[in-house]
Nanobody
Framework: QVHLLESGGGLVQPGGSLRLSCTAS????????MGWYRQAPGKQRELVAA???????NYPDSVKGRFTISRDNAKNMVYLQMNTLKREDTAVYYC??????????WGQGTQVTVSS
């Protein structure tokens, strides 16, 4: 049974940084590309970072150069380092398998609020 636990969110001022963590269980983590997603109020969930099983990462233009995804296969964990945060980064952040569908299992997520 898949279980995902996100942590590390909080309130941060514009320009600040946060590091999110995600622990995954119930999947063959070493063989699973992973992603970080976010959902802002009134908007659809979007993918903000993806990482292959070998550690290659990809990002949309909206976060490229500011966000860095990484993974530790030994610990079944994936991370998201977020720098130079903007107000528009405010959202609930989730980790999941890459290309996870809305009807798949999703964890509780972690709230990130960027505000002065």
């Amino acid at each position: 049974q898949v279980h995902l636990l996100e942590s590390g969110g909080g309130l941060v001022q514009p320009g600040g940084s946060l590091r999110l963590s995600c622990t995954a269980s119930g999947i063959i983590f070493n063989d699973t590309p992973m992603g970080w997603y976010r959902q802002a109020p009134g908007k659809q969930r979007e993918l903000v970072a993806a990482i292959t099983i070998d550690g290659y990462a990809n990002y949309p233009d909206s976060v490229k150069g500011r966000f860095t995804i990484s993974r530790d296969n030994a610990k079944n964990m994936v991370y998201l380092q977020m720098n130079t945060l903007k107000r528009e980064d405010t959202a609930v952040y989730y980790c999941n398998r890459l290309f996870a569908a809305p009807g798949d299992y999703w964890g509780q997520g972690t709230q990130v609020t960027v505000s002065s």
